[in-house]
């Protein structure tokens, strides 16, 4: 379920994932693929505190 914290991180996060290279389907998997470091999945870390982290790991995709 969506929070204002998810909705305001998900563009952000989304462009960079893009940007790295994925397309659609492979963002979505990886938002929604379960991360034994994150509290479930990165979608369900957006909604937290760790939603920063969410989007440097996204970063790093890129390198």
């Not at 998900?10 to 389907?25: K, R």
């Not at 982290?53 to 996204?58: F, I, N, P």
């Amino acid at each position: 379920m969506a929070n204002q914290t998810v909705l305001k991180h998900l563009p952000g996060v989304l462009n960079v994932l893009a940007d790295a290279g994925y397309d659609d389907e492979a963002a979505l998997r990886w938002l929604y693929e379960p991360d034994d470091t994150l509290p479930g999945t990165p979608a369900v870390a957006l909604g937290g505190d760790l939603a920063r982290e969410v989007k440097r790991r996204a970063q790093a995709l890129g390198f």
